[in-house]
Every structure is written in structure tokens, then in C-alpha cells.
């Protein structure tokens, strides 16, 4: 313990947001059901670890370091958790999405707490990257780097240091401060607190070997015409377009409860990063005539309407959203078309507070 890549574990990494947990029965209560669900589906193989991050305030995380020592009790797979501070965060996202905020954002300003709901628009960058310090260490060059980050890509960290005639670092390794268990953090799922599981969570990280070249976010489609309202003008001033339009031809939108990050894709996209600076989201908001309030699930709809290619679409089963709020507020008619999702439901989403079926 304490070495790096002592164990050569697989680790599997999940990300939820989770502030203000202690003032809420009710996320308590949808917590409670994710992650008991989480448990009872879950099942990994002899040396992998799933790692539960959560994004939190003190009180949230003493309330929720309670919780989980309840919900993991039959849990049949080694796990770690790991709390980072929401206002540390907040900090380095800020200069990030500052831009992005007053599109995106409920009200008009850029309000510097609402920066978090942008967390995976720009988690390649807040997320340490896996260290390229070993090149120090050995002398090697280059090629040292690559191999490590060869190794990541296939969980192998411990066989790919002996592999380097490495057989142990120098304790303590004085090059790299994060703990071990973000090394090699290049993929991650980040999902809302208010799920149901009705699979193993393992079985939707095999979606990341599905992204196509060039994608680097999976993610489902939204299940309400939503952005049929949100490109209202757009939709005007171009009757052809698809935007907006229901699946399976048209282009709905995505919905962020349940996203796949490959975060060495979000590093290497060079088409990515450009669609994150200021002038880019501008220019395509001005474009579609884009003004929304739902933070990270907005930016990726809007720019999946001009580079679909960066998304890898998540089966409907993945993100089984129940919200039916539009249905009765002015979209009765189309609802259909876009609630519809055919298949088996691996995940169901209580999203605006609906009530998860017990089956
Ligand atoms: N969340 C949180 N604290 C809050 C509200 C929301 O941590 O006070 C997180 C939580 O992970 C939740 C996510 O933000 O699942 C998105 O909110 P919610 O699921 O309520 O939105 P919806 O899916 O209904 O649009
Ligand atoms: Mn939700």
C-alpha cells in the first residue's frame, strides 16, 4: 500500500456529484436506492477495484462517508472512495467555463458556484493526468512515458513497471503527490444521484471499447422534447433541420445523468479543446441561437449539433430518464417520440423527481 501501482489493480472509476446532501431527505433517500442498487448488481473480477469519487462539501461528506459504510456492507468487489471538495474544484473550473456560463447557465451572470455544473466539460483538465515524471526517474527518455501511458490505457501499471526493468520507485516517490489511485485516470463515468441500477455498473465501462475514433464522450439522447423548446428559434428561421427533431432521424440532445469521459480522448481532441474557448462557444451559440440552463448537458447538445462525431451515443437502456414534464406543458402531442426507448433498461433515471419503478 502506498507504492505506486503496488497492487497492478484494474481500477474502474465513477464520479457523482454530491453537496448539500445533508439538507435533502430526498437525495438522500435517491442516494440510498443508487447505491444499494450499485451493490447488489455489482461484480467485478479478482483484482479490479471500482473507485467511487464524490464531489462534496464537509457536511455532505461526513454524511455520506455514514451512509456509504451502510450501503457497501454487501458489497462482493474491493472498492475505494474518494471525496474531493467541491470549492477546490470550483476553483480551477471557474477560468474554464467562465465563458460558457452565461449560455448555459440559469439566470444572466456568470455566477462563479454554478462553474461546477461544468465539471465534465473540463474534467480532462481538473483531473490529474497520469504522471509523466517517470521519465525522470530511469533515465530513459521518452519512450518511458509512452510505455506508462501505454500501460494505463491497459490496466497494467505494475507489469509495465517491470517490464521497464523497474522494479520498485524510490519510496517515497517525490515526483508525484497525488494518491495512487488516480493514477491512470483516463476514463471515467460520471452519474447522477438519482439512479437505479438493474445491471452491473461494470458492464457500461465496456461501452468506452465501443467509442468510435474521434469520440470522447458516451452519452444517451434526451428523453423530452426539451431541445425541440430550447432551439425553438433556430428550428424557425431553418424548418429542415434535424436539430431538435425526435430520434431516430432527428437530433434530440443529450441528457447528462449518466456519461461515459474518456478522458485521454478529451486530452487529444484537438477539435474538443478548440469548441471549449471562449470564441468557439460564442460563435456556435450565436449560431443556434442557443440559450439554456441545464450547464454541462447544454454545451454538449449544442456542439453535438455541428460535431456529432465527438459523441459516442449510449443506448436508450443506459439513461432511462422518467421525467414527463413536458408532456404537459405544451409538448403532449410529440412526447412520444421522444420518451420512447426500446430495449432493456440497464439504468433508470428518477430525473425532475419522478418516481423509479420497484422493478
Ligand atoms: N446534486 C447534488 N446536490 C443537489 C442537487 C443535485 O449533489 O442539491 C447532484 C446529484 O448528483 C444529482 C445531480 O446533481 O443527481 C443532478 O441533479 P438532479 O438529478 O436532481 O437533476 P435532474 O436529473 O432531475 O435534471
Ligand atoms: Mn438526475
Given at each position: 500500500k502506498g507504492e505506486i501501482g503496488g497492487s497492478g489493480d484494474q481500477h474502474y472509476h465513477a464520479l457523482m456529484m454530491f453537496t448539500k446532501v445533508d439538507k435533502s431527505r430526498s437525495l438522500q433517500d435517491k442516494f440510498r436506492v443508487a447505491m444499494l442498487s450499485m451493490v447488489k448488481h455489482g461484480d467485478f473480477m479478482e483484482g479490479e477495484v471500482l473507485v467511487l469519487h464524490f464531489v462534496s462539501d464537509p457536511a455532505s461528506k461526513e454524511l455520506g462517508e455514514k451512509m456509504l459504510q451502510e450501503f457497501l456492507l454487501d458489497a462482493t468487489f474491493k472498492y475505494e472512495v474518494l471525496f474531493h471538495d467541491v470549492v477546490d474544484l470550483t476553483h480551477k473550473l471557474f477560468p474554464i467555463v467562465e465563458a460558457m456560463q452565461k449560455y448555459?447557465?440559469?439566470?444572466s451572470g456568470a455566477y462563479y458556484?454554478?462553474?461546477?455544473?461544468?465539471?465534465s466539460v473540463a474534467m480532462h483538465q481538473i483531473m490529474p493526468e497520469m504522471?509523466?515524471?517517470?521519465v525522470l526517474t530511469?533515465?530513459?527518455?521518452?519512450l518511458c512515458w509512452a510505455s506508462l501511458q501505454w500501460m494505463c490505457s491497459m490496466g497494467h501499471h505494475q507489469k509495465g513497471l517491470n517490464m521497464l526493468g523497474l522494479e520498485s520507485l524510490p519510496?517515497?516517490?517525490?515526483l508525484f503527490s497525488t494518491?495512487?489511485?488516480?493514477?491512470?485516470?483516463t476514463r471515467i463515468v460520471q452519474l447522477d444521484l438519482d439512479l437505479k441500477y438493474?445491471?452491473?455498473?461494470?458492464?457500461?465501462?465496456?461501452?468506452?471499447?465501443?467509442?468510435?475514433?474521434?469520440?470522447v464522450i458516451g452519452i444517451t439522447r434526451e428523453m423530452q422534447p426539451v431541445y425541440r423548446h430550447t432551439f425553438w428559434q433556430y428550428r424557425k428561421e431553418n424548418p429542415?433541420?434535424?436539430?431538435?427533431?425526435?430520434?431516430p432521424e432527428g437530433l434530440p440532445g443529450f441528457n447528462s445523468g449518466v456519461m461515459l469521459l474518456d478522458l485521454g480522448a478529451m486530452r487529444e481532441s484537438a477539435l474538443y479543446n478548440q469548441l471549449l474557448k471562449p470564441s468557439n462557444v460564442a460563435k456556435l451559440a450565436d449560431q443556434y441561437r442557443f440559450r439554456g440552463h441545464l450547464g454541462d448537458q447544454d454545451f454538449f447538445t449544442m456542439i453535438g449539433m455541428e460535431h456529432p462525431e465527438l459523441f459516442y451515443p449510449l443506448a436508450c437502456g443506459w439513461n432511462r430518464q422518467l421525467c414527463t414534464w413536458w408532456r404537459d406543458h405544451g409538448y403532449g402531442d410529440v412526447f412520444q417520440m421522444y420518451y420512447r426507448c426500446e430495449g432493456l433498461v440497464y439504468i433508470y433515471h428518477g430525473n425532475c423527481n419522478s418516481p423509479i419503478p420497484d422493478y
Amino acid at each position: 500500500k502506498g507504492e505506486i501501482g503496488g497492487s497492478g489493480d484494474q481500477h474502474y472509476h465513477a464520479l457523482m456529484m454530491f453537496t448539500k446532501v445533508d439538507k435533502s431527505r430526498s437525495l438522500q433517500d435517491k442516494f440510498r436506492v443508487a447505491m444499494l442498487s450499485m451493490v447488489k448488481h455489482g461484480d467485478f473480477m479478482e483484482g479490479e477495484v471500482l473507485v467511487l469519487h464524490f464531489v462534496s462539501d464537509p457536511a455532505s461528506k461526513e454524511l455520506g462517508e455514514k451512509m456509504l459504510q451502510e450501503f457497501l456492507l454487501d458489497a462482493t468487489f474491493k472498492y475505494e472512495v474518494l471525496f474531493h471538495d467541491v470549492v477546490d474544484l470550483t476553483h480551477k473550473l471557474f477560468p474554464i467555463v467562465e465563458a460558457m456560463q452565461k449560455y448555459f447557465s440559469a439566470g444572466s451572470g456568470a455566477y462563479y458556484s454554478d462553474a461546477i455544473f461544468f465539471l465534465s466539460v473540463a474534467m480532462h483538465q481538473i483531473m490529474p493526468e497520469m504522471p509523466p515524471v517517470l521519465v525522470l526517474t530511469d533515465g530513459s527518455g521518452p519512450l518511458c512515458w509512452a510505455s506508462l501511458q501505454w500501460m494505463c490505457s491497459m490496466g497494467h501499471h505494475q507489469k509495465g513497471l517491470n517490464m521497464l526493468g523497474l522494479e520498485s520507485l524510490p519510496q517515497p516517490w517525490p515526483l508525484f503527490s497525488t494518491s495512487d489511485r488516480m493514477m491512470c485516470l483516463t476514463r471515467i463515468v460520471q452519474l447522477d444521484l438519482d439512479l437505479k441500477y438493474r445491471t452491473n455498473i461494470r458492464d457500461l465501462f465496456k461501452e468506452f471499447d465501443r467509442f468510435p475514433p474521434g469520440a470522447v464522450i458516451g452519452i444517451t439522447r434526451e428523453m423530452q422534447p426539451v431541445y425541440r423548446h430550447t432551439f425553438w428559434q433556430y428550428r424557425k428561421e431553418n424548418p429542415r433541420t434535424r436539430v431538435g427533431d425526435p430520434p431516430p432521424e432527428g437530433l434530440p440532445g443529450f441528457n447528462s445523468g449518466v456519461m461515459l469521459l474518456d478522458l485521454g480522448a478529451m486530452r487529444e481532441s484537438a477539435l474538443y479543446n478548440q469548441l471549449l474557448k471562449p470564441s468557439n462557444v460564442a460563435k456556435l451559440a450565436d449560431q443556434y441561437r442557443f440559450r439554456g440552463h441545464l450547464g454541462d448537458q447544454d454545451f454538449f447538445t449544442m456542439i453535438g449539433m455541428e460535431h456529432p462525431e465527438l459523441f459516442y451515443p449510449l443506448a436508450c437502456g443506459w439513461n432511462r430518464q422518467l421525467c414527463t414534464w413536458w408532456r404537459d406543458h405544451g409538448y403532449g402531442d410529440v412526447f412520444q417520440m421522444y420518451y420512447r426507448c426500446e430495449g432493456l433498461v440497464y439504468i433508470y433515471h428518477g430525473n425532475c423527481n419522478s418516481p423509479i419503478p420497484d422493478y
